[in-house]
């Protein structure tokens, strides 16, 4: 081989080694060569002359560089040199005989990517009489199995039916996010911390002595396509609610909401709940390039009349994706917004008495839905999303738990929490709780007390 051949080729994988490291700009339209060094071009041929002196080498190369070889390389090696910066141009541009112009998704592929199979028929015949049972070695569920709220597992719709089973709380570890990635963990890391399912400090009411809750698992989705995670997620949520449980739904990213509320509306109709959705983003982008995203969820679930925009709450709103554009169409269609503007402007006492009048003259049923996002990320740190100047996790777990105990749930998700991002665990510890407020709720609701009922013990010590 000609060693002179291996020299420039040497210095090539150099450059590209500094383009991977340290991009740059290429927007030269043409690249004036330096008169000292015009003369060097003189032993190219017409091509790597245009090549040069039209600046397309510095697609692939800095100036800088360029410049540096223009001076220091023999015109033989020069030669060699640009010849293999143009071959290797012509690997990495497009060639329309060649080069596939996007990859092509397969809309009708009958299985996930991550190869989930559906469990064959004949092993749902299991050896044990339907209903929720437990995972646990020991009496407490710190030591066996990690599940939501330490509670019995079910995992099929008979065990939900056979249990009279009120709530299931399922994992749906979906992670597409438009934001920061790793919400796929959020179900993992909400189980482990046993802190859901604790009591109600206004009541002193216990929710699992009151509710019958289980950990239905996850959902399988597709990790490459939220496109064929719908339709799946979509179903098994509307088997779910047959069933007569009420879906509390882990994300995953938010994307996840759409077949969330579309599942719950396959079984009690389309336009028949409510939906309150406390979040820093609109997620009503009708621009987006996917058929849907985080940032597409409601927009979808309005334009589709699968909820109302009249029944629509959202609360909590700030950041670059709240415009006029954004927020001009969520008034259009009447949604009830609520900004961080206003809740700075007059302070959230008043917006909480607006959103839960809001919520009262609303629907009987509502789903309701938290991006986790819409804390604070002095509290939320781990959020897929995350925005500046949130809400504090107080005010938001206190409307939440109101509205689980003056209306019927038909479907709870929470998403958009990343816990890796949070090593002191802040915020799934808030996560948690976040859930729990309307377990909380639910609970209330069912004991047959009003949503604010403060139980005497709690409410003063009584001493004088």
Not at 50 to 75: C, K, M, N, W, Y
Request: charged share 20%; aromatic share 6%.
């Amino acid at each position: 081989m000609n060693p002179r051949r291996m020299l420039s080729r040497s210095t090539l994988i150099s450059f590209a080694l500094a383009m991977l490291l340290a991009p740059f700009d290429s927007g030269y339209a043409e690249w004036k060569v330096p008169a000292d060094l015009a003369g060097k071009l003189a032993g190219l041929s017409e091509d790597q002359r245009e090549f040069i002196e039209s600046g397309a080498a510095l697609d692939f190369l800095p100036e800088r560089q360029l410049v540096h070889e223009l001076t220091t390389q023999e015109e033989s090696n020069l030669q060699s040199f640009v010849a293999d910066v143009m071959s290797l141009a012509e690997e990495m541009g497009y060639n329309p005989q060649r080069d596939m112009g996007a990859i092509p998704l397969n809309l009708t592929a009958l299985k996930f990517s991550g190869g989930m199979v559906p469990t064959p028929a004949p092993l749902r015949e299991a050896k044990r009489e339907p209903g929720p049972f437990s995972v646990q070695r020991y009496v407490f569920p710190e030591s066996g199995v990690a599940t939501f709220a330490g509670a019995k597992v079910a995992i099929w719709p008979e065990d939900l039916v056979a249990g009279q089973v009120h709530v299931a709380i399922i994992g749906v570890p979906h992670d597409m996010s438009s934001g920061r990635r790793g919400a796929k963990w959020g179900p993992d890391e909400m189980r482990a911390l046993d802190t859901i399912a604790t009591p109600d400090i206004q009541s002193l009411i216990d929710p699992l002595e009151e509710l019958s809750v289980v950990d239905y698992g996850n959902f399988a989705t597709d990790n490459m396509s939220t496109e064929l995670s719908l339709k799946h997620v979509m179903a098994m949520v509307a088997e779910t609610v047959a069933s007569g449980a009420v879906p509390m739904m882990v994300g995953g990213d938010t994307s996840m909401l759409y077949p969330g509320v579309k599942g719950v509306a396959q079984v009690h109709g389309r336009g028949n709940f409510g939906l309150l959705h406390f979040s820093a983003h609109p997620d009503a982008d009708p621009n987006g390039a996917h058929t849907v995203s985080d940032e597409q969820a409601i927009f979808l679930l309005l334009e589709q009349g699968i909820i109302k925009g009249s029944d629509t709450i959202q609360v909590g709103m700030r950041g670059p994706s709240v415009n006029q554009q954004t927020l001009q169409w969520l008034r259009d269609r009447k949604v009830r917004y609520h900004t961080m503007a206003e809740i700075q402007q007059q302070g959230y006492d008043k917006v909480l008495k607006r959103v839960l009048s809001e919520t009262a003259k609303g629907p009987d049923k509502f789903f309701v839905s938290v991006d986790v996002s819409v804390l604070d990320p002095s509290e939320m740190i781990a959020a897929g999303r995350i925005a500046a100047g949130g809400m504090r996790f107080e005010q938001i777990a206190q409307t939440i738990r109101y509205v689980c105990a003056a209306k019927q749930i038909v479907g709870f998700e929470l998403t958009d929490m990343a816990p890796v991002l949070d090593l002191s665990r802040l915020s799934v510890v808030n996560a948690n709780a976040l859930l729990n407020a309307c377990l909380v709720g639910m609970a209330v609701r069912k004991s047959g007390l009003k949503a604010d009922y403060v139980h005497p013990l709690a409410a003063d010590h009584g001493q004088k």
